[in-house]
């Protein structure tokens, strides 16, 4: 476990050294910023209400660029410096050094969100926010970056090309994120076997204020299933050496 | 490279098909555990008005179940996707039920469509499936959906829901069904309101004066809880005798006879909620707000109704009540015409429509007034708006009214009855004679109540009122008024009407034991007489006999006349009910709840329902049901800035609202991306230093060798 937080540390230390970072980070807080706040105080002729849904409505979609973004060089950039293998030789175990990083990318993505609480305290300061689905949606949010995550540190491990693992992410989490609608398509059954299976679906049941066993269930098997598939992909590389 | 030396890769050392298997397999473990825990649910409602959980409620009504409460849900299987998430809240929300039954609820879900006997025994219930678009295959298409219910109590009552509208009506239609389920029998209400504003004939108008000026939108939710009748004492009889509250809405053009019968059902002890208003002004797109002609009595009474409310308790002033607080106005949507079509050309405060807000005003009064000794002399008159602990309003957080009247506790409460007043408009409350016109852009309307605020002392206008005991009769010591279909026969009686004039407590009376008053007095005779030869008739009921209160206690000549015979006046309430009387019953009205013309925002999530159902259990005695509508109106809208009611007018308030807004959006658009930027800064010149220092010590150690390699030569 002390791998693990060692690992951990190092990467999430190296997030603040890289511009990328910083970029990916100012935007992700700018531009989320500005859309919420415009709507929110938009003159419609009567007070809005304080509430957060309208953000966390847009984290989906922002995160499946920001996280993609974040996940593309935790080991596509490993194997292009030719890392990747004096990590190997490291004496520690491959799940703890996927751990790690995962942990350390997503300690990142909650300090980016801790920015946002400026938000919630502004509302609070103006209306009667209501704190519990605040809570929920911060939670439904670090979920939802950790099952990206997995996925995006999943197809980074397959690549050593940060461009190509960035542009495959963001591809699949779309599908993901259009599941229902493509389930649709098909036929409804599907649509509801598809809609179970998206991660924005079980995003937004826990935004609303409600953690539910089953949410939580989901998260941790798309987790867990993604890392585990990193895992073999790296057991794979360590034994082709 | 031979054999041996090549690298070997994963697959190749543990095999393309073990790897695959092991992948699927736990792909699989981790789809089976989904599965199996798919019906599962364990979940916390962090949501502080419980939006998303049963209402304490519904819990208190399950805890009262006795005996099994089965619920059969008809749900098809298959739906269109825009049905799926719904579709998900309402089986969370049935298995909600099961969980707090405790094992006394049993849930089955059934899918019509897949058993022919199953589809044959929901369509014997009454359940239908409705066809609803699919475009799942790429094309239109229509699907066959069930969505009903049945719930079956104690294996031979049951309830049908026939289709499930959606999740969020589900909890408050199937509470109060249980809660009848169990108690057997369901309270009954009797009705009475009179539109007066006719329907829009033009069909444009019709299309955006949705509803009309009625209250049938408020009584559907009723249609399932209570047993409603209509009021309607045309035919001379008296109201239900089993009847539990009577509702006036708007009540105008009271006729004598009516005003006698709901006194007669108050002393019987039934409970009374009126719905009382002063103005009726014509609503429409064009916001001309011209009064309608609006009289509370009918032409030829006698006796005042506002004279009867004052009999209770009530002091109904007739003045109409505008409220200057700004946070508590509502807008008046200016609609203006372009080329035919309709466009909105403003927003203008209204004060003759507003919110009452959970305030209490006491804590204000330092700001309310100028001189600041005033403060507490007027903080002890003022106190909150809205009165936070009486059951019915408990949870509501705002309720709107429109063209509001004065409801008062008279200055002296009869005698054995106590009132409380429940409603009250901020302390910029003021009071007026209904005008002509009461359109809100008209040149001077707003200022000229700002200057009266000015100079009036600051108070809060009373707007509703409570009162319970037992209450005195209206009608006591007066005549009896004429009943409906018996002039001719009165006449032919030799004017026994005028007699009810002459006689003064002439009509069969009770003392205030309620016993009635049999004095055996020749009047008393002659009625008994009368109304015997009234019983004789062989179809009473349908041609009322006879006068009701003959000369001389011709009132027991009623009483035991036949079937029509009137039951004997009472002078003083039997057992303690209940009166309430709002000031308003435009917070209901149809046009109101779904926001038309001038008044463009629904008013139905505003309190207004909710308060009118709450009035309804809690006259009717169900305050479990309560809570079930209350949770949901917690009032979150924000306030950008404090405005200065007295010394500043809308554009400046607008201008520091806008201002606010604007540093607001700065700090929070722009103060985490600083701070972010600020702490990469840091970081990197921290790293700078790092390096330089690092970069300095290397020198100074290649200097130092330099100098020892130096010496050394």
């Known amino acids: 476990m002390s791998d693990t937080l060692v690992i951990l540390k190092r990467e999430f230390r190296s997030y603040f050294l890289s511009p990328i970072a910083y970029v990916v980070g100012a935007l992700f807080l700018g531009i989320g910023g500005w859309l919420f706040f415009e709507g929110l105080f938009f003159d419609t002729g009567q007070a809005a209400e304080a509430k957060m849904e309208s953000y966390f409505g847009l984290l989906p979609l922002f995160f499946m660029v920001l996280v993609p973004a974040l996940s593309m060089r935790l080991w596509a950039e490993e194997r292009k410096l030719g890392t990747l293998e004096l990590l190997m030789t490291f004496p520690v175990k491959t799940m703890h050094l996927i751990l790690g990083k995962f942990c350390g990318a997503l300690c990142f993505v909650a300090v980016l969100l801790a920015l946002t609480l400026f938000y919630p305290v502004t509302l609070a300061s103006l209306g009667n926010l209501d704190w519990g689905p605040v809570l929920g949606g911060y939670l439904a949010t670090l979920l939802l970056a950790a099952s990206y995550l997995a996925l995006g540190m999943f197809i980074s491990s397959l690549t050593q090309d940060q461009i190509i693992a960035l542009l495959v992410t963001v591809s699949v989490l779309l599908l993901l994120i259009l599941m229902r609608q493509v389930g649709m398509l098909i036929g409804p059954w599907w649509a509801e076997v598809f809609a179970i299976a998206s991660p924005r679906e079980h995003f937004s049941s826990i935004a609303r204020g409600v953690i539910d066993l089953r949410d939580m269930l989901y998260y941790g098997a798309f987790c867990g299933f993604f890392l585990y598939l990193n895992s073999l992909v790296l057991e794979a590389k360590k034994q082709v050496g | 490279m031979t054999k041996t030396e090549r690298k070997l890769s994963y697959a190749e050392t543990h095999g393309t ?292 409310l004052a009999a209770y308790g009530v002091e109904a002033s007739g003045k109409l009540v505008a409220d200057l607080l700004q946070q508590a106005m509502l807008p008046y949507y200016k609609i203006g015409y372009q080329m035919g079509q309709p466009t909105l050309a403003g927003i203008v405060p209204y004060p003759y429509w507003f919110r009452i807000l959970p305030v209490d005003w006491s804590e204000y009064a330092s700001k309310l007034v100028d001189d600041p000794s005033a403060a507490p002399e007027l903080a002890k008159r003022l106190g ?226 909710a308060l009118f159902m709450n009035l309804l259990d809690w006259l009717t005695m169900d305050l479990d049901l309560v809570e079930l509508r209350t949770q949901r109106t917690v009032d979150r809208t924000m306030t950008y800035v404090s405005q200065d009611f007295l010394g500043e007018s809308q554009e400046e308030y607008k201008e520091r609202v806008a201002a606010k807004k604007t540093l607001l959006r700065f700090l929070n658009v722009l103060g985490p991306v600083i701070l972010l930027v600020a702490f990469g800064f840091l970081t990197w010149s921290k790293r700078i230093g790092e390096k330089r220092r690092f970069l300095a010590e290397v020198q100074a150690d290649l200097d130092k060798r330099e100098v020892v390699k130096g010496g050394a030569k």
């Open chain 2, 384 to 609: 909150p708006s809205i009165d936070p602990k009486h059951p019915v309003l408990e949870g509501l957080q705002k309720i709107r009214v429109f063209w509001p009247t004065e409801v008062n506790l008279a200055e002296k409460l009869p005698e054995g009855v106590e009132g409380k007043v429940l409603l009250r408009s901020s302390a910029l409350g003021l009071v007026e004679d209904p005008p002509q016109s009461a359109v809100p852009d008209a040149p001077g309307f707003f200022k000229g109540l700002a200057d009266r605020l000015k100079n009036e002392p600051k108070r809060q206008i009373p707007l509703m009122v409570a009162l319970k005991g037992k209450f005195p009769s209206f009608f006591k010591g007066k005549p009896m008024p004429e009943r409906p279909g018996q002039e001719k026969e009165s006449d032919e009686n030799g004017g026994l009407l005028q007699g009810t004039e002459t006689g003064g407590d002439a009509p069969a009376a009770q003392d205030s034991g309620g016993k009635t008053g049999k004095s055996g007095t020749a009047g008393d005779q002659a009625g008994e007489k009368a109304g015997d030869q009234a019983g004789e008739k062989p179809d009473a009921n349908a041609a009322p006999q006879g006068p009701p209160a003959p000369e001389g206690g011709a009132g027991e000549q009623a009483e035991k006349g036949g079937k029509d015979e009137l039951p004997a006046r009472i002078d003083q309430g039997e057992k303690e009910c209940r009166v309430v009387v709002v000031g308003d019953s435009s917070f209901i009205r149809d046009d109101f709840l779904q926001g038309v013309g001038p008044a463009r925002q629904p008013n139905s999530g505003q309190g207004g329902p």
């Open chain 2, 17 to 308: 098909g073990n790897l695959l298997v092991t992948i699927l397999l736990v792909l699989g473990i981790l789809v089976e555990i989904l599965y199996l825990t798919k019906d599962v649910s364990i979940r916390l409602d962090l949501t502080e008005e419980g939006l998303y959980s049963l209402s304490p409620s519904t819990k208190k009504v399950l805890n009262k179940l006795e005996q099994p409460l089965v619920i059969e849900a008809y749900l098809s299987k298959k739906i269109p996707g825009f049905m799926v998430e719904e579709r998900k809240k309402i089986r969370n929300l049935l298995d909600e039920y099961k969980q707090a039954g405790r094992g006394k609820v049993k849930l089955v879900f059934l899918d019509p469509l897949e058993d022919q006997t199953i589809r044959d025994k929901a369509a014997r219930l009454g359940i239908q499936a409705s066809q609803m678009p699919d475009v799942s295959s790429g094309s239109f298409s229509v699907m066959e959906v069930w969505q009903g219910l049945r719930m079956t109590y104690g294996g031979d009552k049951q309830y049908v829901v026939q289709v499930i509208p959606n999740a969020s009506a589900l909890e408050s239609t199937l509470t109060p069904k249980i809660q009848e389920l169990v108690l057997g029998r369901r309270p009954k209400i009797a009705i009475l309101s009179r539109k007066t504003q006719p329907a829009p004939t033009n069909p444009f108008m019709a299309q955006q004066q949705r509803g009309g000026p009625g209250w049938d939108l408020v009584q559907r939710p009723m249609q399932g809880r209570f047993d409603i009748v209509q009021m309607d004492v045309s035919d001379g009889k008296l109201l239900p005798e089993d009847l539990d509250l009577l509702v006036l809405i708007e009540p105008k053009k009271l006729t004598d006879w009516e005003k006698y019968c709901i006194d007669q059902h108050v002393m019987r002890g039934g409970n009374l909620l009126v719905l009382e208003d002063v103005a009726d002004y014509q609503v429409d797109n064009f916001g001309s707000f011209m009064r309608n002609s609006f009289d509370l009595d009918a032409a030829d009474s006698a006796y005042k109704w506002k004279d009867q």
